[in-house]
């Protein structure tokens, strides 16, 4: 009876000193910790800009309902966890590292997915690749016709869902391609430059199966080179 009394003195005394000494510093942390939360990022045009190559409609869904929400699930997985509070490419590389499947899924699908619409321009808004980007290019693949062609292909021969990438990697450019989640920014010295996803979800509604038809246009039609070229001059 002493016992499961003083038992509860002890935790009505640790009540109110949680209540009267971290009160304000839980609120502040509260309101941090909904400042920390990772954003959908909004797009860089409206829904229906890419059309018709990407309708309104598969934006909609693309970045309404599937990026929206790996933004959702992944806020929900990282809520309280050692995630929480992290910058989104941290969140993929530490849950890389970590094995843990669900927070990087859903981390780096969140990740991929800002790079991708930020990756295409509407039609004739892309600008040209710099001079920089040009000499790289055809240092690596002999001519920009030959370096979509490759992309094209990637994305084309990736068996299932996934992503196809152009990569600068110690100066020098690449193709390669991830399935599903995967991505290159957890290789360091990699920067990828351009992306196009292949999962059925980015082309169905327009193309159904005409995936090679649906990533020829996106890359000759869409890709935004100004936005790539600036990628470059960052590396
Ligand atoms: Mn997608």
């Given at each position: ?10 935790k009505e005394f640790v009540a109110g000193a949680m209540a009267a000494f971290t009160a304000p510093a839980a609120f502040a942390a509260k ?21 018709p190559v990407i309708s309104a409609n598969t934006v909609s869904f693309h970045y309404g309902k599937h990026h929206a929400g790996y933004v ?164």
């Open positions: 009876m002493g016992g499961k009394m003083g038992k509860l003195t002890r309101g941090e910790k909904a400042m920390k939360e990772i954003e959908l990022e909004k797009l860089p045009y409206a829904e229906d800009a890419l059309a959702k699930t992944l806020n929900g997985l990282i809520a309280g966890t050692k995630y929480e509070g992290l910058p989104l490419v941290e969140i993929v590389r530490a849950a890389s590292a970590d094995g843990n499947a669900a927070v990087f899924n859903n981390a780096a699908q969140t990740w991929n997915h800002t790079f991708y619409w930020n990756t295409l321009a509407p039609e004739g808004k892309g600008g040209a690749p710099s001079a920089a980007l040009v000499q790289a290019v055809e240092a690596a693949f002999g001519s920009l016709e030959a370096c979509k062609a490759a992309l094209a292909d990637a994305a084309v021969k990736r068996f299932g869902s996934g992503w196809a990438w152009l990569i600068a990697e110690g100066g020098k450019l690449a193709v390669v391609s991830t399935p599903n989640a995967e991505t290159p920014i957890v290789r360091p010295g990699v920067t990828p430059l351009a992306v196009v996803d292949v999962w059925e979800h980015a082309y169905y509604l327009d193309w159904q199966n005409r995936r090679a038809d649906h990533v020829k246009d996106v890359i000759g039609r869409l890709f935004s080179w100004k936005a790539i070229s600036d990628r470059f001059t960052a590396v």
